[in-house]
């Protein structure tokens, strides 16, 4: 008898696990919402910022729990439980040495890397500064960060569960790229951010999908390959004849959906890899 009440307490455990994972997996998380970055070349207004905060004297950076200082006040119509997103913008020190051709070129035309550093509250309020307390972080805050008036960002509904599809056909929709990782990585998978050279210029919206492909002979960024490697490989056979990339099936590798865009670039949730997925991977509408 105590065996079977055992027994039935953990299907129970695993029923209930199982129950909220798939809740949890009906859509983007909060944390892929707000923590995941854009790449746009919109111009953000930069006149609201942290000046310091608590313990200046000793603190560098600020997270969770911290109290910050902005520099604006009543005077310009703050009011306590007022809350914004941080932000700040960063680029690729790495740049110099380009992981995939075209890679300058394909990012300055996306734009600004604005990276999400978390969301305040305002818990006091002087006349023209005020204090607020970090209620969210996805990474450290520190001086001359920027801030944006808090906006609810819709999380977009995951497309009902299907086997994907290792032989899909071209879609004949929009092509581009996977441009950037978030961080500025050159690896990514299931899970991850990236950063793909089409946005709402090109027609793409929040929700849209993403599928991710590779070339058999990609030979334009740094991926390792054996040269020739899609027809031959010295001492272990070759193919009567060359084949390049448009005579063989493409290798399709997983697929993402649009959390959020700019003019020219979307940021994507990863959400399905069957193996690693480098920056200068292909991308298409689905």
Known sequence: MRQRIIHLIVI??????????????????????????????DKVPT????????????????SYGNLVFIN???????KVGDQFLAQRAESDQQMAS?????????????????????RLR???????????EIVNSCDYIQRGDILLPFTPRQA?????????????????????????????GIQSGAGRIVYVNLGAKQGVQVGNYFRIFRYQDNHHS????????????YGF?????????????????????VLRVGPNAATVLLTHSLRDIYVGDYVELE
């Open 12 to 41: 129970l455990g695993l029923t209930a696990g199982l129950a909220h994972a798939q809740k949890a997996a009906t859509t983007p998380s909060e944390a892929d919402m707000y923590c995941s970055g854009v790449v746009t070349n």
């Open 47 to 62: 006149d609201t910022y942290v000046i310091s905060g608590e313990e200046s004297d000793q603190r560098i950076v600020y």
């Open 72 to 78: 604006k006040g009543a005077k310009q119509g703050v």
């Open 98 to 118: 380009p992981w995939v051709k075209w890679q300058a070129s394909i990012t300055k035309a996306m734009g600004t890397t604005w990276v999400d550093l978390g």
């Open 122 to 132: 305002v818990a006091s309020v002087q006349e023209n500064t005020s204090t607020a």
């Open 156 to 184: 977009p509904p995951y497309k009902p569960e299907a086997k994907f599809d290792i032989f899909a056909a071209p879609s004949g929709k929009a092509k581009a790229m996977v441009a950037a990782t978030q961080y500025f």
């Open 222 to 233: 740094n991926v390792y390959e054996v040269a020739n490697g899609d027809y031959m490989t």
């Open 237 to 257: 056979g070759s193919a009567q004849k060359p084949y390049g990339w448009s005579d063989l099936p493409r290798d399709i590798l997983g697929e993402g959906i």
